[in-house]
């Protein structure tokens, strides 16, 4: 199990960066943090699909300060991912 501190005001996509050196994976081109009913990602360039809030506009902290259970579930599926 590998573990990532960071600043509790990270932003999404600087977190991403963070997991991803740690996992060391060269690749993580598409991703979506879910925290509560919000998720941040890398929103669609084109607009025409829903999608994530832009992951450079948040700060974790402003986050809800406990996940719900399915967001823990997509924490702990993502860190036994495996790079692909």
């Known amino acids: 199990m590998r573990g990532v501190v960071v600043p509790a005001d990270i932003r999404p996509d600087r977190l991403r960066l963070a997991i991803q050196a ?5 690749k993580m081109p598409l991703y979506e943090f879910r925290i509560g009913g919000a998720g941040w990602g890398e929103p669609d ?6 999608g994530p ?4 506009m948040a700060h974790l902290a402003a986050a809800p300060a406990r996940p719900t259970p399915a967001a823990r579930r997509s924490v702990a599926s993502m860190a036994s991912a495996t790079p692909g």
């Open 22 to 26: 740690a996992m060391g994976w060269t």
């Open 45 to 50: 360039p084109d607009g025409i699909h829903d």
């Open 53 to 56: 809030n832009d992951a450079k």
